[in-house]
């Protein structure tokens, strides 16, 4: 009985996201005709930042472990990405690829050396969190330190944009092609992580979230999972920053830290933890509100942030899809036909 609400639950919430998902998609492909080019732009950076929560949402949605300390890799994406492409002389067509591909590497090595250690030494919980905060804030020291390589508090500047093929040859594309490549590769990735979490891998995926040990002593080698997670996680958010670093042209120091960390996680809970869309949807949307609140005064951007995440927590807990779940779930509830009572064999 319990598996087949369970599975009924899945069914629902798999057409809601499915519908959620063509109203988003339907968002992004009307925008460039409706808003203007600085409007589009923000959008495209937005959907760049929407694959940092993407990233989280797998690793904290889909195991149960939080990462305090994720903006690490959208940052050392990023800063791969400019290093590579502006400090080693190299022709720019080469240098914005092979610095979008040491971008993600160098993301990846990070998450595999500190995840094997963490994973593979029983770091679970709490600890694991306070180990990955650590973690932003060292990040965030050598960024600042290393000022010969990074820029510092200044920056870098002049990251050449990804260079394609075309007629002419080499080439950037335009800011309408540009934004329409990003909206291709986070549908790919979602579509990609969406497909994965299916079936048998997401089933275990889920055992560990649930309880470790009892899937441990079922055979699964959850450590082993658990570092593969954390460390694709880490490569899907430097993906989002190196492109992000390629797009608008500069990095600073505000992509990597305890800032972005604790928003993406305000990202994601107000989306819907483990929806994959619902973060999504979730940092588009407030990607758009911090520039409207922003533009009357940026000091109530803040207090409308906290205020917002409360609200969150005790409104719909459940993130903005589970909400919608719950509303769909109760009016089918209350607009399903009554059946009158049978009536047993020794009735009238």
């Not at 999972?225 to 996680?233: A, E, I």
Request: positive net charge; charged residues 15%; proline residues 3%.
């Amino acid at each position: 009985m319990a598996d087949g609400v369970r599975t009924v639950r899945r069914d629902h919430r798999f057409r809601l996201s499915v519908v959620m998902l063509g109203l988003v998609l339907a968002f992004v492909c009307a925008a460039p005709l409706i808003v203007g080019v600085y409007a589009a732009s923000l959008l495209r950076d937005a959907m760049l930042f929407s694959l940092l929560a993407l990233a989280l949402d797998y690793l904290w949605g889909k195991t149960g472990v939080l990462s305090f300390g994720h903006a690490t890799f959208f940052g050392a994406g990023a800063y791969g990405a400019a290093i590579v492409s502006t400090r080693l002389g190299l022709d720019p067509v080469v240098g914005s690829w092979l610095g979008l591909i040491a971008g993600i590497a160098a993301a990846a090595a990070i998450a595999l050396i500190v995840g094997y250690f963490l994973v593979f030494g029983g770091v679970r919980g709490s600890y694991f969190t306070i180990v990955t905060l650590a973690l932003a804030v060292i990040a965030e020291h050598v960024i600042v330190g290393w000022s010969e390589v990074t820029g510092g508090d200044a920056g870098l500047l002049g990251i050449p944009p990804l260079y394609f093929p075309t007629t002419d040859g080499m080439a950037p594309l335009s800011a309408e092609a540009l934004y329409w490549f990003v909206v291709a590769v986070v549908c790919v990735v979602t579509a990609l992580l969406y497909r994965g979490c299916k079936g048998r891998y997401g089933s275990i995926l889920k055992a560990i979230e649930d309880n470790e040990l009892r899937a441990r002593a079922l055979g699964h080698n959850t450590s082993l999972h658990l570092l593969m997670v954390f460390v694709g996680s880490a490569a899907i958010a430097a993906l989002g920053g190196a492109l992000y670093a390629s797009s608008v042209g500069f990095v600073a120091k505000d992509i990597v830290g305890l800032v972005l960390s604790t928003q993406v996680i305000i990202w994601v809970a107000i989306g819907g933890r483990g929806t994959l869309i619902g973060p999504i949807l979730a940092t588009i949307f407030i990607l758009w509100l911090e520039q409207e609140v922003s533009s009357i005064d940026v000091r109530l951007w803040p207090l409308f942030m906290g205020g917002l995440f409360i609200l969150t927590v005790f409104v719909f807990p459940d993130g903005i899809l589970g909400k919608a779940e719950q509303l769909i779930a109760g009016a089918r509830r209350h607009g399903a036909p009554r059946h009158a009572p049978r009536k047993g064999r020794h009735d009238g």
